[in-house]
């Protein structure tokens, strides 16, 4: 049974360019929820997908933008990368669906993205 | 913004004994959640507490809610250098699916 995988792993990129994270959920789940953790701090939600739509979203700027699949793997698109914006960045699978839904996030390993 | 405050910030043990980490938060919950990161790297889920529990166990931990009081405490017993990590509450407000999580606590446990 695979987990919650991400890639890639480590990510470096200059002010101003775009990036794109990917992550897979664990098998059986239909949600994707996507965290931003700087150091020294706890995870921030960026936002969260369902059914392909964005069904809830953080305090995060248009910059931040993603995209789910009918696999239900996802990605997050970063565009106009600022320093700020290096971060260790984390997706967290679960189960919305109507008489199934769990309580309990599955976190994935998690792309460091360092920009320069 | 973050919604729990984990105290204490670092704790540093011997192995054996216990290590007690508290939470506090603002808003009402439907659960609280504690989880386990390792070095950066991607959280493991502890324990999940509902807003209608008072105490739980797993094993080793044991944790507590008061809702009155807005706080969580994870206790750690017998605790062995492999619990080395960081220790974050997370609460599930109502309504939401999502988690919102505290700042953490970093514990150190030597052999």
């Known amino acids: 049974d695979a987990g919650v995988t991400q890639s890639p792993t480590h990510l470096i990129k200059t002010r101003g360019q775009q990036v794109t994270l990917r992550c897979s959920p664990k098998?059986?789940?239909?949600?994707v929820s996507w965290y931003q953790q700087a150091l020294g701090q706890g995870p921030q939600f960026i936002f969260q997908y369902y059914e392909e739509e964005e069904r809830q979203r953080g305090n995060f700027p248009d910059r931040f933008s993603g995209h789910q699949f009918p696999n239900y793997s996802s990605e997050l698109n970063v565009n106009a990368l600022l320093l700020g914006d290096s971060a260790l960045y984390l997706c967290?699978?679960?189960?919305?669906?109507?008489?199934?839904?769990?309580?309990?996030?599955?976190f994935g390993p998690g792309t460091r993205l360092t920009v320069l | 913004s973050q919604q729990g405050e984990e105290d204490p910030q670092a704790l540093s043990i011997q192995e054996g004994e216990n290590a007690t980490m508290n939470c506090s938060y603002k808003t009402s919950i439907n659960n609280l959640q504690w989880y386990r990161q390792n070095s950066g790297r991607g959280l493991v889920h502890l324990i999940l507490?509902?807003?209608?529990?008072r105490e739980k166990h797993s094993g080793r931990l044991r944790v507590t809610l008061d809702t009155s009081k807005k706080s969580s405490s994870l206790l750690i017993t017998a605790s062995r250098a492999a619990d080395t990590a960081s220790y974050f509450c997370?609460?599930?407000?109502?309504?939401?699916?999502?988690?919102?999580f505290g700042k953490g606590t970093m514990l150190l446990v030597s052999p």
């Open positions: 507490i509902r807003s209608n529990e």
């Open positions: 098998s059986g789940h239909d949600t």
């Open positions: 997370a609460t599930r407000n109502s309504g939401y699916s999502t988690l919102t």
């Open positions: 967290a699978s679960s189960l919305l669906r109507a008489g199934a839904s769990t309580d309990t996030q599955y």
